[in-house]
């Protein structure tokens, strides 16, 4: 596709639902990333996958936040037992360079809205 | 660990002014700086970037030069626009680890006419 597509765009869930966020990466890219962004604070680090590879979930808050990418393309971070505090706009980014650090660009997302009631 | 601070907003400037947003940040070796831009209902778009010290990155008549000897990377325009309004963030990778960006929390910039 021309872009990151995440889906849905607004997602509202009563506190202990289970929910998950699909991110469409651009294809070819071989790294995708997602971040949580809370109100009027920069996003934050989740986790990251080469390909089909997550080599990073430091970022996950809890055990109750899983993402996965089962065949290296699109991916889905699952939220279980919703909590208020989980409520924000989660970020995908894609990019293709698996370089390790340095400068590689991330296209981003618009994001899904999280609220929990 | 990494961090990157960015000034207090948000900032409300008329058009043509002068515009410059401070970032300073804190990482090991040699991070890779970005600004990345939010127009009102969009995703987050790469605005300039710069991957060593003394680059200066440009884009769209903003410019940011990276200064190590400050650890710094403020945004610049000479004339801004009304269309400039945007929520700007600070953001860096650092070398050595898997691309991911810290971001700063981001200022508002509103351009009245």
């Known amino acids: 596709g021309a872009g990151v597509s995440q889906s849905p765009r607004y997602k509202v869930a009563k506190r202990g639902q289970d929910v998950a966020l699909r991110c469409d990466p651009i294809s070819g890219h071989v790294s995708l990333f997602w971040y949580q962004q809370a109100l009027g604070q920069g996003p934050e680090f989740l986790t990251y996958f080469q390909n089909e590879a997550q080599l990073d979930k430091s970022g996950l808050p809890s055990d109750r936040f899983f993402a996965e990418r089962p065949e290296g393309s699109v991916s889905t971070l699952k939220i279980q037992r919703t909590q208020q505090e989980d409520s924000a706009v989660y970020l995908c980014?894609?990019?293709?360079?698996?370089?390790?650090?340095?400068?590689?660009?991330?296209?981003f997302g618009a994001g899904t809205r999280l609220s929990v009631l | 660990g990494n961090s990157v601070t960015q000034m207090e907003g948000p900032v409300t400037l008329s058009e043509e002014a002068f515009l410059t947003i401070n970032c300073t940040y804190t990482?090991?070796?040699?991070?890779?700086l970005f600004w990345y831009v939010q127009y009102p209902g969009e995703g987050l778009q790469l605005l300039l970037k710069?991957?060593?010290?003394?680059d200066k990155g440009s884009n769209k008549g903003f410019e940011a030069t990276y200064r190590k000897e400050t650890t710094s990377f403020h945004l610049e325009k000479g004339s801004v626009q009304v269309s400039d309004s945007a929520v700007y963030f600070c953001a860096l990778t650092a070398t050595g680890a898997n691309s991911k960006l810290t971001f700063g929390k981001g200022i508002t910039l509103s351009v009245r006419p």
């Open positions: 990482a090991t070796g040699y991070p890779s």
């Open positions: 980014a894609s990019s293709w360079d698996r370089r390790r650090g340095g400068g590689n660009i991330q296209y």
């Open positions: 710069a991957t060593k010290a003394d």
